[in-house]
């Protein structure tokens, strides 16, 4: 007599192992949780049984399970669509389709079910699963649960599978197909037969291992069976005896019982274990996803090698010459969920701020910025260098690393600078991309800003051809024959101290206070922006149309990346408090001296949705493969001249612990890197392990008292020729950001720029002096000449650098006067004797402390070419006065930024511009002449 195959017991003992290791998995791993999500589409009867079982076995082993039911009215895409959520949500790790549907409607099942992602699909039916386990690949894929449980069925009978034959009766791709492959996985000798098998009998009398799976009750007789063989018994019938329905399966089990050694009962088999190996292969995938993107482990990422040319081509036919990775590619090494960026063609995406819900608890990498000594016209390859960086540390360093860098603008592009993607083998590609409009962000600033710029504007115009009654009417109007305030309408209430929320209860003075902002013409800071050079917008007339009735005023034009929207999206670090930042602009003073802001004007909410995307990071890659962030460019005068705060927090979390972000400060270390501690740091409460600060000879040369250098013109040959005197008296420039470095407490590397006429004997000299000048280290850099190779000394000095102890100081306290925190910028950093402060200039200090702005941190507005005033005195001048000729608030970003002598801030175009080296093919599309 055949020993039955208990499934309950089995099931059980499965079920115990599953619960041990879910919580031994969750004591190791903080936050970790098991989601599993039913579909339904109806209300069968059956259907329901078998939900209600899994969602009681998953609660008693402490899976999260939810059923998701549908109408059976649901429509197919909608069915779709919602899958595509559970796709998307971290938080569920498997996915089942209950089938059949119980629909009114035609559903396409096979398509329902491929639509589950194959990462989720933890019943093993989707395409990618079936085929990995056709070929072999179960490690690697989800096997179907009856299939899956039935083989440990057959297990538990202490055979050894290995050259036994088996016969499989059934060939349908949820059990008979799937239980065909495990078998021959398993070393069987496996025949798959069905109801239309000739002389099935005769075959079934072979096996020593029988799986029955047609669907026909009692189907299989004893006298098909061989003696001493294993019956597994997949099939539920209801059949009717003495008017009752009983459950059967497709083996007749007393009748098989008779010869055969083992078979499973119906119930009580192959049922309790579809349902435990669900609830495994659920628990596995969460594992899975929990390794693969939740654990902070180095990345497995395919590098592009370089086939560097020498001597060096241009930027342009360099980035050409290599072949970018699909984006995705990108996404997938960094450990991003499909759902966590948005594909802006092939080769950048935008990262989505749900990334942080995701990591946010994970510790933090190794933080380093890079900055430069006082630059020349030219630039020194400050973002060389930290592109440079970037494919050190992460190709061949193999450290987890990102590099976090400001949008270019596109005057620059088109001016004399050029594009900032770079330069020769250490580049941010599609260079073009980069260069141009990337995502759109600059584009929505310019709308956003302008925007803002109009109602300011309009809202002029109105309240001066209008009357109190006609304004109120026209702010809040009637609709359907009543007036209602909207949501920033009563934040202006609020404001305003009107405690009251029907307009009809409003008093006339309360009717003029909100409606009437009165706004002083004289007081208006707010420009409108376009990201072109262009030297005759810097002083323009508005409203000399006719329809505006005289209202003309003068104004001008800046560039987009001056914009405050620009800075308050690198400073930012929510939704909710960009919209905060964006409502708290201050655009004007009104006739009584109260700041008006863009709550004021109502617009806050439209400024939001135009800028909705500009949130997200932009996605991009360097030469070698290594992920970079593009993120922000705030003008570096004007405003900080960093990259975004939101961009190195994702950055720091994506790297983990034992990873690096290398982010950028614009300008020389006296401008960017003070803002970048002084501003960026304040707002964002992170702390660099690591200052890399940029140097090149010519640039010392020129501080040591070489001849002017002109963009446009040749070289002076003194930057071509060995000269020590001059590289030894331009050192004073060097000595004294290392010095202000040290003042922060974070060591500071320098890397010097190699370019091909320096001398041996020069660079020896600036790395002597550097060391002896308080830098932790000092090496020679050659990322333009070799790309990431050319940067492995420096990436090896700022790994040694990082494991240092750091310890942020602030140069000064918020809470002294406006007045103080200037002069201890100019004092300490500057090295002035003082500063001078115009009438003008004190008149606005006095109303920005009298408005309650007297807290924030300070932004100097001054020429980034020297550490004084005047742009024409270089090296380390000291005990000159700092002229403070106007002092401006961008109270949206948060802070207050004086005016150091004459600052454009919108570029006018060379004789020469770049843009006469530009061409682009009219059949292929191919750009030229960019760099």
């Known amino acids: 007599m055949a020993t039955s195959i208990d499934g309950k ?30 579909v339904q589409v109806g ?14 076995t998953a609660s008693d082993v402490g ?38 549907f119980d629909s009114e409607k035609s559903i396409d099942s096979d398509l329902i079910v491929n639509t589950v992602s194959p990462n989720k699909d933890v019943d093993g039916l989707h395409y990618a699963n079936a085929g990995k386990i056709m ?4 490690n690697d894929a989800y096997v179907p649960c009856t299939p899956k449980g039935c083989l440990e069925l ?82 539920i019938n209801s059949v009717q005896i003495a008017e009752k329905n009983k459950i059967c399966g497709d083996v007749d089990f007393e009748d098989v019982c008779k010869v055969a050694k083992c078979v499973t009962p119906v119930p009580g088999g192959v049922g309790p274990m579809t349902v435990t190996m669900l609830l495994q292969n659920t628990l596995e995938s969460a594992k899975r996803y929990y390794t693969n993107y939740d654990v902070d482990t180095q990345w497995k990422c395919g590098y592009n090698p370089l086939k560097r040319i020498e001597p060096v081509p241009e930027d342009i036919m360099i980035a050409k010459a290599q072949r970018p990775k699909d984006i995705s590619i990108i996404a997938d090494e960094i450990r991003l969920l499909d759902s966590e960026y948005e594909l802006y063609g092939k080769k950048k995406a935008k990262i989505c701020l749900s990334v942080l819900d995701r990591i946010g608890k994970r510790q933090n990498g190794n933080y380093v910025v890079v900055t430069g000594i006082n630059p020349t016209p030219l630039g020194e390859g400050k973002s060389t260098t930290t592109v440079g960086l970037c494919q050190a540390m992460g190709a061949h360093l193999k450290k987890n690393t990102i590099g976090c860098l400001r949008q270019p603008s596109q005057g620059p592009t088109f001016g004399i600078k050029g594009g900032a993607a770079g330069g020769g083998y250490s580049q941010v590609i599609p260079m073009e991309e980069f260069n141009l409009h990337l995502t759109g962000d600059i584009h929505a600033i310019t709308a956003a800003n302008n925007l803002l710029a109009a109602q300011i504007e309009t809202r002029m115009f109105h309240e001066k051809t209008q009357n109190d009654k006609a304004l109120f009417n026209r702010l809040v109007p009637l609709k359907n024959g009543k007036r209602q305030f909207c949501p920033i309408q009563l934040k202006r209430l609020e404001k305003l101290n009107i405690n009251k929320t029907n307009p009809d209860e409003l008093t006339d003075e309360e009717v003029s206070k909100f409606s009437r902002l009165n706004i002083d013409p004289a007081s208006i800071t ?45 400073l930012t670090d929510s939704m909710a408090d960009f919209l905060t930042r964006l409502g708290r602009i201050v655009v004007a003073d009104s006739l009584d001296g109260e700041p008006i802001t863009a709550d004021d004007l109502g617009i806050t909410g439209a400024l939001g949705i135009l800028l909705k995307d500009t949130i997200k990071p932009t996605l991009m890659q360097t030469l070698e493969g290594t992920p970079i962030l593009v993120h922000a460019g705030p003008f570096a005068n004007i405003a900080h001249g960093n990259s975004s705060i939101i961009a190195d927090k994702i950055g720091l979390k994506l790297v983990g612990k034992d990873g690096f972000v290398i982010t950028e400060a614009g300008f020389g270390a006296d401008i960017g890197m003070e803002k970048f501690f002084n501003i960026k740091c304040r707002y964002s409460k992170l702390a660099p392990n690591c200052v890399v600060l940029v140097a090149t000879i010519r640039a010392l040369k020129l501080h040591g008292g070489g001849p002017k250098v002109e963009p446009g013109t040749p070289i002076p040959p003194e930057y071509c020729t060995e000269n020590l005197d001059l590289v030894r008296a331009g050192c004073s420039n060097l000595i004294r950001h290392i010095e202000n470095s040290n003042k922060f407490g974070i060591p500071v590397v320098v890397a010097l720029n190699k370019f091909s006429k320096d001398t041996d004997r020069e660079i020896d000299l600036v790395l002597e002096i ?38 942020l100081k602030f140069l000064y306290e918020l809470n002294l006067s406006i007045e103080d925190k200037i002069r201890k910028i100019a004092q300490e950093i500057y090295h002035a004797k003082d500063i001078e402060i115009s009438e003008s200039a004190q008149k606005k200090i006095n109303s920005l402390k009298k408005q309650g702005f007297n807290d924030l941190p300070i932004c100097m507005s001054k020429t980034q070419y020297s550490f004084s005033d005047n742009p024409d005195l270089k090296g380390a001048p000291e005990g000159f006065i700092l002229p403070i000729r106007d002092v401006r608030a961008s109270i949206g970003a948060g802070f207050i930024y004086p005016l150091v002598g004459t600052i454009t801030t919108i ?25």
């Not at 003992?13 to 599993?36: A, H, M, P, T």
């Not at 149309?545 to 620009?566: C, L």
């Not at 850099?781 to 000095?797: F, I, P, R, T």
Request: aromatic share 6%; with cysteine.
């Open 526 to 570: 707010w420009n409108r922006v376009l990201d072109t050079n262009d030297r005759f917008l810097r002083r323009i007339t508005v409203g000399q149309g006719n329809t505006e009735k005289n209202m003309t005023r003068q104004t001008q034009f800046d560039i987009t990346v001056a914009s405050e929207i620009m800075a308050i999206l690198a």
């Open 63 to 100: 899976i999260n399970a939810k059923h998701f039911k549908f109408d059976r009215s649901v429509h197919e895409s909608i069915l779709i669509d919602e899958i595509n959520k559970l796709n998307s949500d971290p938080k569920i790790h498997g996915i089942i389709v209950q089938l059949p």
């Open 154 to 235: 057959i297990k538990s009978t202490g055979v050894q599978l290995k050259g036994k034959n088996a016969v499989v009766i059934g060939r349908s791709k949820l059990v008979g197909s799937p239980m065909a492959n495990l078998l021959k996985l398993n070393d069987c000798t496996v025949t798959i037969c069905h109801s239309k098998t000739v002389d099935l009998p005769s075959i079934c009398r072979s096996a020593d291992i029988l799986v029955v799976a047609i669907g026909k009750p009692k189907f299989v007789k004893s006298e098909w069976v061989k003696p001493g063989a294993i019956v597994v018994d997949c099939g």
């Open 43 to 56: 209300d069968r009867p059956d259907s329901n049984i078998y939900i209600r079982n899994k969602l009681r």
């Open 135 to 138: 070929h072999g690949q179960v």
């Open 9 to 38: 017991s089995l099931s059980k003992s499965f079920l115990d192992k599953i619960r041990q290791e879910l919580s031994e998995f969750k004591s190791n791993n903080d936050n970790f949780q098991v989601g599993l999500a039913i």
């Open 770 to 807: 550097s060391k002896k000048s308080g830098a932790f280290d000092a090496v020679l850099c050659e990322n333009w000449e070799k790309g990431g190779e050319g940067g492995v000394e420096l990436a090896n000095a700022v790994l040694k650098a990082s494991k240092q102890s750091s310890n």
């Open 907 to 931: 570029p006018g175009l060379p004789t020469r511009p770049c843009f006469y080296d530009m061409n682009i093919d009219s059949q292929t599309e191919e750009i030229f002449g960019l760099s």
